[in-house]
């Protein structure tokens, strides 16, 4: 779609920038900086004004010319609501092409975002200052007036004038270094053409890593002074997933160099500017040996999906944000094949089903979107930012690839990005592409999985003729009431993969599922129908009763630990919805407590964590029991240290395990052995795994007094990685006394916690039981304050904590407080933190008496 000039939220397109020369001076001391920029534009038709984006920027002066000498001085008015910037020239503008020259002025700001300021201290306490951008999706235009829309790509060509003692980087190489008036004035080459939002500048007292040659592209990382020992693990998974894609797109590295830079105040994980990627330090800073696996595993994530993006996103960009999937669902897949590449033990893809099933939670929603959605205001842009974006996306496009096959899927992938290269396109581009290398259509098989809400729950049954029942509806949490009907009749085409398994023969079938219902015929003696084989499936299954039984026989072994994952997962969604009785789910876990799976064991154990939210305080005690009877063998095998021969799974495991005992199990003897273990562990850093040392700290801050918080917040404050610092902020969110809960929220507001991280503090107080009522009258107390201080992100991912307020009174109290200020969260992200709410309390109150039958009679 083209914008017109009617539309409040496009320019009109009658003029076209081409290049930017870009020249900014920031003053850190001051918190300012100033900007001078030349614009070649192309003028299709006369045009007495131009309108740009510009916000929070003081435009001194505006003037066009030609190279004929011509030249027109504008008048200037700012459109602060619109964000935009109108010139009006004294007479109409020719057709042709035209050099529109601005002057400027603006603020670095503390929001995290556009040109802003990070502080961060040494390790002697000296405060440092240092500048950053963060420009998508609509921040760009806090920097520098343009046409910040993502297709108005143009050429950049940046150049910095700062103190002589800091260091810059920008997109592309340094071609010039020089002196002006005591200041050092760097020039940057030109970039390839570009959106806005993906211009970066980072100044201040940086350090290099060595650089690793990528092809002909140097590969480094940067740091605050202090850190570069932590820099050896992301410059490993950055190098070899910046050579796998090159091989995988059959594409060279777009740019002429590639920086990842760690910025100590980052409001989202990481953003993926061309050759100058911006990181939180926790998403690429690391001490390995003293790391989980988690830990490292978010890192070498995080760091290839940003690689990935070099290609999808900035060498090939989304039109406009409605399709922003085509970005952010390929990095998020193409980042499982990178780290599963890297190191196959760790078994990225059976991994991925944790983010599948994140992602079916909010599909699950009847205010969940299609992941392609309209969107026009920059706050609507802002909330496509999300797990239906991201996970669902990537989810759908594995499933696409499982059903081609990855070499077609390939294949199709470089059509597109060589056919589109330096150019903007569409999901039908991608379908045409993939259509052609599978010859195939695609639409007919993929539309319905991104152009409507939702997905199927398939049930399966055995009939007495020997034939095999599937049918598919849509899965909702809540029922389907009139208004929704529709969606009740909605229909999928689903890829399914299953096996039917008789004494003697594993037979493995394939069948494309289009309509409501599919039979087939099976062998009489069939044992056991395992729906959704390998797990790639983007939907879930509901078995009758005998068949369920029939596979839970074959646990652990018979199964793959996808296919365990995902049956303990599908369970536990069919309770929340109320199509399982909880009695029934304990039941079935008893099942898997010889397995030794660490994403299976993350799914029961979350679950676990949802029933004790939920249970009457009366009957916590038996259900704590009951969990330690889950997880005891499971530790007692384990034990609190690694075994020769543990590979890195089992470690993390270990782990997950004895938090869990500690935790929700309540152990005492565990949390008495936390207690021990951590004081060797001060004394002798290597007397405790490093997978193990997160679990005892967040058990001592579940079981803690006072003393402990004050060691722990004195630790967040000396931590020496942010991994570390991490460990100690999370914890102190986990301990139950409403006292040092207090002083934990105090702190999100009064500088004490970075802004980066202070909203899921309070989100994390929010989701405590023990804390929630009286973190939910701070929000409400503080919101002003929260939203002055907070990045727009984290203050949204902040209101996702009200799902944690699971009473019928607090539930209508946070429906209130939203209504009455009329928070807009931007898309559906408001509605959908209410129906998740909806959803938590409706089980409450079904599900809290049933287990209190269930625990009451004598477990
Ligand atoms: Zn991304």
Redesign the pocket.
């Known amino acids: 779609m083209r914008g017109t000039e009617a539309d409040a939220f496009r320019l009109p397109r009658h003029i076209l920038p081409s290049r930017y020369d870009l020249r900014l001076e920031p003053d850190l001391n001051a918190a300012t900086f100033a900007g001078h920029e030349t614009i070649t534009v192309a003028v299709s038709r006369p045009a007495r004004e131009i309108i740009l984006n510009a916000v929070e920027l003081d435009i001194t002066s505006a003037t066009i010319d030609n190279n004929r000498g011509l030249s027109h001085r504008a008048t200037i008015v700012l459109d602060k609501p619109a964000e935009r910037c109108r010139l009006t020239f004294p007479s109409a503008i020719p057709i042709g092409t035209w050099t529109l020259s601005l002057s400027f002025r603006g603020t670095l700001n503390d929001k995290l975002r556009g040109f802003y300021r990070s502080a961060y201290k040494d390790a002697t306490g000296g405060t440092h200052v240092m500048a950053a951008t963060q420009f998508e999706a609509t921040d760009a235009r806090r920097a520098f007036p343009c046409w910040d829309e993502p297709d108005y790509k143009a050429v950049f060509a940046t150049t910095l004038v700062i103190d002589p003692a800091l260091t810059a980087v920008s997109n592309t190489s340094i071609i010039s270094e020089r002196r002006e008036g005591g200041k050092k004035v760097l020039q940057f080459a030109d970039t390839m053409m570009m959106s806005t939002y993906l211009v970066a500048f980072i100044v201040g007292e940086l350090e290099a890593t060595v650089p690793t040659m990528v092809g002909k592209a140097p590969l480094r990382l940067w740091c605050v002074p202090g850190k570069k020992h932590l820099a050896r693990f992301g410059q490993d998974i950055a190098s070899f997933s910046l050579k796998f894609f090159e091989t995988y797109y059959g594409l060279a590295y777009p740019g002429d160099k590639l920086d990842l830079l760690a910025i100590p105040d980052f409001a989202s994980g990481a953003m993926?500017n061309l050759g100058a990627i911006t990181f939180r330090e926790t998403a690429l800073l690391v001490d390995e040996h003293a790391a989980t696996h988690a830990e490292l595993e978010r890192i070498a994530d995080v760091v290839a999906?940003?690689n990935a993006?070099m290609w999808f996103?900035d060498l090939v960009t989304m039109s406009w944000w409605n399709g922003l999937w085509l970005?952010?669902a390929f990095?998020t897949f193409a980042e499982m094949l990178a780290v599963d590449a890297w190191k196959p033990e760790w078994k990225r893809w059976d991994t991925f089903g944790a983010s599948r099933a994140v992602a079916m939670i909010v599909d699950g929603l009847h205010s969940s979107r299609p992941i392609e959605y309209p969107v026009r205001a920059p706050k609507d842009a802002d909330a496509m930012f999300d797990t239906l974006t991201y996970e669902k996306g990537a989810s759908v496009l594995r499933m696409l690839e499982q059903y081609l096959g990855p070499t077609i899927f390939r294949d199709g992938i470089r059509d597109y990005l060589k056919r589109h290269a330096y150019g903007n396109a569409d999901t039908k581009d991608l379908w045409v592409s993939l259509g052609r290398a599978a010859k195939q259509p695609v639409p007919t098989l993929m539309n319905g999985w991104i152009f409507k809400p939702g997905y199927p729950l398939v049930t399966v049954s055995l009939g007495k003729n020997g034939r095999l029942r599937l049918a598919q509806q849509r899965f909702t949490y809540l029922p389907t009431s009139k208004r929704s009907r529709a969606a009740g009749s909605q229909r999928w085409q689903i890829p399914i993969q299953l096996r039917v398994a008789t004494a003697t023969k594993r037979d493995l079938r394939r069948v494309l599922m289009t309509g409501a219902g599919l039979q087939m015929k099976v062998p009489a003696r069939v044992e056991s129908v395992l729906v959704n084989e390998g797990g790639h499936g983007f939907y879930r299954v509901r078995y009758e009763p005998k068949l369920l039984d029939r596979l839970l026989r074959l646990v652990p072994d018979g199964l793959a630990p996808i296919e365990r994952f995902n049956l303990v997962n599908d369970s536990w969604a069919s309770v929340v919805a109320g199509l399982m009785p909880p009695a029934e789910y304990l039941n079935m876990t008893s099942a898997f407590m010889a397995d030794r799976d660490k994403n299976v064991w993350a799914v029961l154990l979350d679950s676990f964590l949802a029933l004790h939210r939920i249970m009457e305080p009366a009957r916590r005690e038996v259900f704590e029991a009951l969990v330690r009877g889950r997880i005891g063998p499971a530790v007692a095998e384990l034990g609190w240290a690694p075994r020769t021969g543990d590979d890195d799974l089992l470690k993390q495991l270990r782990g997950d395990l004895l938090r869990a005992l500690g935790t929700v199990g309540n152990d005492q003897a565990a949390q008495a052995k936390a207690s021990a273990l951590y004081a060797e562990s001060r004394k002798n850093p290597a007397a405790v795994d490093p997978n193990v040392l997160p679990a005892l700290v967040a058990v001592l801050a579940h079981a803690g007094d006072r003393t402990r918080y004050e060691e722990f917040f004195a630790r967040f404050r000396a931590a020496t990685t942010p991994q570390e610092e991490r460990r100690y902020l999370y914890a102190l969110g986990a301990f139950q006394s409403a006292e040092l809960l207090a002083r934990t929220l105090a702190k999100t507001i009064n500088g004490e916690f970075r802004t980066q991280d202070a909203p899921f503090m309070v989100r994390m107080v929010l989701m405590n039981v023990a804390g929630r009522e009286m973190a939910w009258e701070f929000v409400k107390a503080n919101w002003d304050t929260m939203d002055r201080l907070y990045p727009k992100q984290g203050l949204r991912r902040m209101c996702e904590g009200v799902v944690g307020l699971a009473t019928p009174a607090l539930e209508r109290d946070v429906q209130k407080f939203f209504r009455e200020r009329k928070i807009d969260l931007g898309g559906k992200t408001l509605t959908q933190y209410l129906e998740e709410l909806r959803i938590a309390v409706a089980f409450r109150e079904r599900a809290g008496k049933a287990l209190d039958r269930y625990l009451h009679a004598g477990r």
């Open positions: 993926e999906h940003e993006h996103g970005n952010e990095a």
